[in-house]
């Protein structure tokens, strides 16, 4: 078995894993692209800066003006280290079988993109939003549906947050069966989307869709009588840092003798402003 992998090997297999799993976030497919991002960052933590509104004063004549005091915070996004490696003897040549190096930079890939999402769902979790939509709007102990949606969208207007494209929704696989059991979803009598047709939602009354499965890192959290945490927030509300952005190694172990494919990165994601989150409670039982 060959020791040597040839730089320009290695340099592909990085390349792979990078194009895999910007493959992944690609339009509606990542929640990492839903937030505002902050890259190369220098140590363990990221001040995101958060500037209060202004209050505009009249002027009398000839008097001083008067400062509007506008208030400035930091919120601190913790970053951490996090690593998806994995034993392999594939690089068993200087020319690797090419199906098997995909497969394994797919997966690398996966494992990266998923803790990343979660980094931005466990800070979601940990925040107080703006508001909450309860269980009992829409029907008692209901999941997903139009009125929940109506209701997160009235939070977000009543705070001021902007009525643009970059407003997004999280929501489990049960959520989006709810909504596409709603008529004014899956009926064309209500809406030129026609999701039934796809069986997905990607843009939908001013909100981004994106689906949250089950997932070995944690996923959407639940409560006690399977009662689960969506999310509704605008991109500007939630920040991402990030210290050493997807990459990977491979490295000869020889007490192994297998090569050690190793994906890195150093993350860490905080809420820049309760106001655009908004909390919406959905019963799955």
């Known amino acids: ?68 005091d506008i208030s400035h915070s930091l919120i601190t996004a913790t970053l951490t280290n996090w690593l998806a490696p994995e034993y392999t003897d594939i690089f068993d040549a200087a020319e690797v079988n090419f199906d098997e190096k995909q497969e394994l930079a797919y997966t690398i890939a996966g494992a990266l993109h998923r803790r990343r999402e979660q980094l931005l769902i466990d800070a979601m979790d940990a925040a107080t939003p703006g508001a909450q939509v309860a269980t009992s709007v829409g029907g008692a102990d209901s999941n997903m549906n139009v009125e929940k949606v109506l209701r997160a969208a009235k939070e977000l207007n009543d705070a001021g ?53 089950t997932r070995d890192e944690g996923g959407l959290s639940t409560a006690a009588g399977d009662v689960r945490s969506s999310y509704a927030w605008h991109k500007s509300a939630v920040g991402l840092a990030t210290g050493i952005d997807i990459r990977t190694d491979v490295n000869w172990v020889p007490v192994k003798t297998s090569w050690l494919c190793n994906g890195m990165m150093k993350s860490g994601a905080a809420i820049r402003d309760t106001a655009g989150l908004i909390e919406i409670l959905n019963d799955e039982t």
């Open 1 to 68: 078995m060959s020791k040597n992998l040839s730089a320009a090997a290695s340099t592909e297999f990085d390349d792979m894993v990078k194009h895999a799993y910007q493959t992944m976030g690609a339009t509606n497919g990542g929640i990492a692209n839903a937030v505002t991002q902050r890259n190369n960052v220098v140590g363990d933590t990221y001040k995101f800066r958060a500037m209060g509104k202004g209050l505009a004063n009249q002027k009398p004549s000839q008097a001083d003006v008067t400062p509007m």
């Open 161 to 213: 947050v902007a009525m643009d494209k970059d407003r997004h929704i999280a929501t489990s696989a049960s959520g989006l069966e709810a909504m596409l059991n709603e008529s004014q979803v899956g009926s064309s009598d209500f809406s030129s989307v026609q999701a039934l047709m796809t069986g997905e939602l990607n843009y939908w009354m001013g909100f981004n869709w994106h689906i949250i499965e």
